[in-house]
């Protein structure tokens, strides 16, 4: 039905009245916008983004912009480049949710599987509560490498990299530098700049596995990676158990992270300095969507709680994965998404980011990991 979308288009526009320039929508032009969406259109593709964004629906959203400047085509394009993206959908600024909501909603709803977009407002967890979270290494010493949990967080007013400029990335970079000035404690720490690192910072940051890379196809054609790496950065404590990734993916990633398998200590020591932090910073939020990030399955609490753990016995039986997906829990390689396993070790994680409270969220992995360790012990 849209073979010939870009031809008809242009016919169409000689057609309207004055012949107008045409209009400009966040660099990118209205020729631009509907290439990409032919592309997506036409191509084979097995993405959320092409299976939400029908012909219709597009041309309902076509000419509209965010009050930052964003358009659709900049939420489409790595999708449209990437024909095996699997969702394929990126946010160009934490408005495009309620521009775009239409297209953002489905794919929202199918990626995390609820029927209705109605996330509840951030808990924590109360005193009472966390009392409930536990040291695993009590109950199966050695076989937890590591705990990790970090948090997604977005700047309000600022756009998202596919419309980002420059100037505003660099504005980003400086308020979150001045946020983590006189913080105490164990959230006391250095600020390393990217573009001025030393060789030997450069280098003990890659051996410590903290040092982000510009090597994902999907998100450079998101604009993920332009001017890199201008205005990067890394923070960490001297003990290396928080961290905060300024101008990654999202404008920042809060991480709480140790060695073993001490859940609770993990997690109270990011809640302290999120809680810390919220009072220097202000987050992009939507109500019933939680934090808005730059990738909309990270939305809600933004929140991603793994362990390393070792299980070679559990990890080769057929019904692994399924195992896993009953919980709620996603298996990784150790070094993140489609990669391998070493040693019988695998990143576990949750699944869910959206419709849960971040308490929910960490109690639903922990739960879920005494339960492999539990099937790893019994095998």
Known sequence: MYRNYCEQLQQNRQQEKGQ??????????????????????EGKSDSLLKKKLTPELYEKLKDKKTKLGGCLGDCIKSGAMNLNSHVGLYACDPEAYTTFQELFDEVIKAYHKVDKVDHPKLNAGTKEQLEKLQN?????????????????????????PPCISDEERKKAFDETKKATEGLKGDLEGKFYDLAGLTKEEKTQLVEDHFLFKDDDDMLRDAGGYKNWPNHRAIFHNPAKTFLIWVNEEDHLRFISMQKGGNIKETYLRLVTAIDELTKRL??????????????????????RASVHIKIPKLSAQKDFKEFCEKLNLQPRGIHGENTESVGGVYDISNKRRLGLTEYDAIMEMQEGVKKIIEKEMSL
Do not use: W, Y
């Not at 660099?27 to 509907?34: L, P």
């Not at 909309?296 to 609490?301: Q, W």
């Open 136 to 160: 695993l290494d009590e109950l199966a010493p050695g076989m937890i490498v590591s705990t990790r949990v970090r948090v997604g967080r977005s700047h309000v007013g600022i756009p998202f």
């Open 20 to 41: 107008k320039k045409e209009t400009k929508m966040s660099g990118m032009s209205s020729d631009e916008q509907a290439k990409l969406f032919a592309k997506l259109n």
């Open 282 to 303: 202000k987050f992009a939020t939507k109500d019933n969507l939680g934090f808005l990030t730059f990738c909309p399955t990270n939305l809600g609490t933004a929140m």
